[in-house]
Nanobody
Framework: QVQLVESGGGLVQAGDSLRLSCAAA????????MGWFRQAPGKEREFVAA????????YYADSVKGRFTISRDNAKNTVYLQMNSLKPEDTGVYYC???????????????WGQGTQVTVSS
């Protein structure tokens, strides 16, 4: 089992940057692909980014390509999401998730964190 805890959210202005972190408890972190998802009020949870176990493969939603970067440090059991040039439409609760494959589908992730709020004002 993997327990995930997100941090780093906050209130920022459009154009600012934030770095989210997701710390995993457990010795098997490196065996999991990791993903970031977000959920805006009244909307479904959507895929943001994913990274493979060895960091060789990364995937991004079209809406964040070129602005967000996912990375991981297996020695620290942590996955990151660097978010630059933030827009008001990036507002939402951001969740990290662990699964077998770095995919875009929510159903393929087994473990989820509680989420961290990101609010981008215009």
């Amino acid at each position: 089992q993997v327990q995930l805890v997100e941090s780093g959210g906050g209130l920022v202005q459009a154009g600012d940057s934030l770095r989210l972190s997701c710390a995993a408890a457990g010795r098997t972190f490196s065996t999991y692909a990791m993903g970031w998802f977000r959920q805006a009020p009244g909307k479904e949870r959507e895929f943001v980014a994913a990274i493979s176990q060895s960091s060789m493969r990364t995937y991004y939603a079209d809406s964040v390509k070129g602005r967000f970067t996912i990375s991981r440090d297996n020695a620290k059991n942590t996955v990151y999401l660097q978010m630059n040039s933030l827009k008001p439409e990036d507002t939402g609760v951001y969740y990290c998730a662990a699964g077998v494959f770095p995919r875009t589908e929510r159903s393929l992730y087994t473990y989820w964190g509680q989420g961290t709020q990101v609010t981008v004002s215009s």
